[in-house]
């Protein structure tokens, strides 16, 4: 006995009404603006014929301003499940051309449950946001709607990796709720975000400003270091989130995907010997030795144009995920400042919540000096890396390349703070300050009374960096666990690392840590 | 009213931005409470591109090549007048125990020099300009 055929067509019906959204007149300007609908972003994001649908009859609570009798279809947001490379993610997706997407009871509802979903059944969760911002009409319990997503992209954070894409307006409070997640990837055009924009900044202070300068992918991505990635359509966002996946663990409990062949190589590769330069006053570029070190060369670079004196990025060494932190010599030096510990801290606690080894690399001349640093409160933001690393019980292995200087040296993953193997090169440095500042303090007083001030103290500068910022001084004193040629650099990680696997550290019990925020 | 100024001390040019407190015929910032941030963000469809202006992202004017951290100046690689090309090393700076090439933020032509080896210079400060 078939399903009555008025039972199935009115299914029909109403299902093409809810997938339709906006029409075909709003889809269409959106394809001519080079924007993909909301339901096409998912259906981009997921494996084809694997999204299934949460609410797609879901029907808005709006009872004011007469939108009551107002057909308002999926409540103007897509939600569900899929696959992604064959594993269950959690998706959903902003429709803005339903009543600008703006966010009511029920759009939050759905949000909310997909949200749930995705912490029981421990699986990432992709969230497209593309919206006017809170549903007025609804009035405050639009509000409180927006305070629920929150508390649940908090319940979320370090259970499930939550990824968000702004892929229209992001305007407000509605901010918040990618702030809170681990990575935002944004589109370069027709994407804005902000909490105030330019004209109320311009009516209660006098500044004016501009969009591009306070609220563009570009002023987050290299400005304010609010995003992490910049893409330059939607399709391209999407392939950041996958490749993103590919080195994320479906959740805490997981590992990250490795993928660990039962033969190790542990070939040299010199082409790591020519790298650093012989003069130590000349900078090169971290991302060469993260290229030779990473399988096939191939990394993912995280917030690349923020704070790019330190470099961070995911990779695979011997197939094992891991989560590289570099200083950057040739941006600021290397040294660490306020966005660079800022940027290398968040990372770094990422990496050691969803269980992916940290690989550091050291050439570091120290913090920063400058008066806007100290008030600013470089100490507060520098502590966030000695915090991150000590706290951190995924295995920790550093190459110290060259300088490793002061609490600089200390907070790039010493052995002080918990690393588990400190590999040298022979071109590292490794001292309490530099060998001129040194000299200045230890000699004042000779120096006062040199005939040739300036060849007494390079002479006592030389005799100091040889003698107490070598390597083998701190080899000697075991602060390091062995010296390498930089050639043998990538098989004794890979090495580490597979030895490491199984590593266990537990911690004293406690709600968590007091990290200086 | 806000004005962007340049000012030349030792043939070192600095960028600043003056308020004028006090012109007449300029209201003064309107009191907090008028203007209220709103306390949840708005539906706010109409924001889309005719806000967004191509104004410069820059925090000096363009051109401007600023110094990015405080050191001195090893070589200067180029002259006034002579065209460069993006990336081109403008300048070296020794700073943290490094020396740091400066280059052209763009292709250009450059237009002014403001420093000399030897100098000691400020991050922020402006080292040389293209036009």
């Known amino acids: 006995?078939?399903?009555?055929?008025?039972?199935?067509?009115?299914?029909?019906?109403?299902?093409?009404?809810?997938?339709?959204?906006?029409?075909?007149?709003?889809?269409?300007?959106?394809?001519?603006?080079?924007?993909?609908?909301?339901?096409e972003r998912l259906m981009a994001l997921f494996t084809q014929g694997t999204f299934q649908e949460y609410g797609l009859h879901a029907q808005h609570a709006t009872r004011h301003f007469g939108m009551a009798d107002k057909s308002i279809p999926t409540d103007a947001v897509v939600c569900g499940t899929g696959f992604i490379d064959g594993r269950p993610v959690a998706g959903?997706?902003?429709?803005?051309?339903?009543?600008?997407?703006?966010?009511?009871?029920?759009?939050?509802?759905?949000?909310?449950?997909?949200?749930?979903?995705?912490?029981?059944?421990?699986?990432?969760?992709?969230?497209?946001?593309?919206?006017g911002g809170a549903r007025i009409q609804e009035g405050v319990g639009a509000l409180s709607a927006y305070g629920q997503v929150f508390y649940r992209n908090v319940q979320l954070s370090g259970v499930?990796?939550?990824?968000?894409?702004?892929?229209?307006?992001?305007?407000?409070?509605a901010a918040y709720s990618p702030a809170l997640t681990d990575f935002i990837i944004m589109t370069r055009h027709n994407a804005e975000m902000f909490i105030c924009g330019p004209e109320v900044i311009r009516a209660v202070t006098g500044q004016i400003t501009t969009m591009a300068e306070i609220g563009s992918a570009e002023a987050h991505a290299s400005v304010a270091g609010n995003i992490h990635f910049i893409a330059e359509d939607d399709a391209h966002a999407?392939?950041?989130?996958?490749?993103?996946?590919?080195?994320?663990?479906?959740?805490?409990?997981?590992?990250?995907?490795?993928?660990?062949?039962?033969?190790?190589?542990?070939?040299?590769?010199?082409?790591?010997?020519?790298?650093?330069?012989?003069?130590?006053?000349?900078?090169?570029?971290?991302?060469?030795?993260?290229?030779?070190?990473?399988?096939?060369?191939?990394?993912?670079?995280?917030?690349?144009?923020?704070?790019?004196?330190?470099?961070?990025?995911?990779?695979?060494?011997?197939?094992v995920v891991v989560g590289f932190v570099s200083n950057q010599p040739t941006v600021k030096a290397g040294t660490l400042d306020i966005d660079a510990s800022d940027k290398a801290a968040r990372f770094v606690r990422f990496c050691n919540?969803?269980?992916?080894?940290?690989?550091?690399?050291?050439?570091?001349?120290?913090?920063?000096?400058?008066?806007?640093?100290?008030?600013?409160?470089?100490?507060?933001?520098?502590?966030?890396?000695?915090?991150?690393?000590?706290?951190?019980?995924?295995p920790k292995i550093t190459v110290i390349m060259r300088k490793a200087y002061g609490g600089a040296y200390l907070a790039m993953c010493s052995q002080d703070l918990g690393a588990d193997r400190v590999l040298a090169w022979p071109t590292a440095e490794i001292a309490v300050m530099g060998a001129e500042g040194a000299v200045n303090i230890l000699y004042k007083r000779d120096l006062e009374q040199a005939d040739d001030r300036k060849?007494?103290?390079?002479?006592?500068?030389?005799?100091?960096?040889?003698?107490?910022?070598?390597?083998?001084?701190?080899?000697?004193?075991?602060?390091?666990?062995?010296?390498?040629?930089?050639?043998?650099?990538?098989?004794a990680i890979a090495l580490t690392l597979r030895g490491l696997l199984s590593k266990r550290e537990t911690r004293p019990p406690k709600k968590h840590g007091n990290i200086p925020l | 009213m806000m004005k962007r100024l340049r000012i030349t001390v030792e043939g070192t040019a600095y960028d600043v931005t003056v308020e004028e407190m006090d012109q007449p015929g300029t209201p003064a910032p309107a009191p907090?409470?008028?203007?209220?941030?709103?306390?949840?963000?708005?539906?706010?469809?109409?924001?889309?591109?005719?806000?967004?202006?191509?104004?410069?992202?820059?925090?000096?004017?363009?051109?401007?090549?600023?110094?990015?951290?405080?050191?001195?100046?090893?070589?200067?690689?180029?002259?006034?007048?002579?065209?460069?090309?993006?990336?081109?090393t403008l300048l070296v700076l020794e700073a943290m125990k490094m020396n740091t090439p400066i280059g052209a933020p763009q292709a250009g032509t450059v237009a002014t020099v403001s420093v000399t080896p030897g100098a000691t210079v400020t991050e922020g400060q402006v080292l040389v300009t293209l036009s």
């Open chain 1, 1 to 39: 006995m078939a399903i009555s055929k008025t039972l199935a067509d009115e299914l029909e019906k109403r299902r093409s009404v809810a997938l339709a959204g906006g029409g075909e007149a709003k889809t269409e300007a959106r394809h001519a603006k080079g924007k993909m609908t909301a339901r």
């Open chain 2, 32 to 88: 907090i409470t008028a203007a209220a941030p709103p306390p949840a963000p708005a539906p706010t469809p109409a924001v889309a591109p005719a806000l967004i202006a191509n104004a410069s992202t820059a925090p000096v004017g363009p051109g401007a090549v600023a110094c990015p951290l405080a050191g001195t100046v090893v070589s200067v690689d180029v002259a006034v007048g002579q065209v460069v090309t993006q990336g081109q």
């Open chain 1, 455 to 491: 060849a007494k103290s390079k002479e006592l500068a030389d005799e100091y960096r040889e003698e107490f910022a070598s390597p083998y001084l701190s080899a000697g004193k075991l602060f390091v666990s062995d010296i390498i040629q930089p050639r043998q650099t990538r098989s």
């Open chain 1, 353 to 394: 919540v969803f269980n992916i080894p940290l690989v550091t690399l050291v050439d570091v001349p120290g913090f920063l000096p400058g008066v806007q640093e100290e008030r600013r409160g470089i100490i507060r933001h520098g502590a966030k890396m000695l915090f991150a690393y000590a706290s951190a019980t995924v």
């Open chain 1, 160 to 173: 499930v990796p939550q990824i968000s894409v702004i892929a229209g307006p992001c305007a407000g409070g």
């Open chain 1, 238 to 319: 999407v392939a950041i989130v996958h490749r993103l996946l590919s080195f994320l663990p479906s959740n805490n409990m997981m590992d990250p995907p490795h993928r660990i062949e039962p033969d190790l190589s542990v070939a040299d590769d010199p082409v790591l010997d020519d790298i650093v330069p012989e003069d130590s006053k000349v900078p090169f570029d971290c991302r060469k030795v993260i290229e030779r070190l990473a399988d096939g060369g191939d990394y993912l670079e995280v917030m690349p144009s923020f704070a790019a004196n330190i470099v961070i990025a995911f990779g695979r060494i011997g197939g």
């Open chain 1, 92 to 131: 959903f997706s902003q429709d803005f051309s339903v009543v600008g997407g703006s966010l009511g009871e029920i759009h939050a509802k759905k949000i909310c449950h997909t949200l749930d979903h995705a912490v029981k059944a421990g699986v990432p969760v992709i969230g497209f946001n593309d919206s």
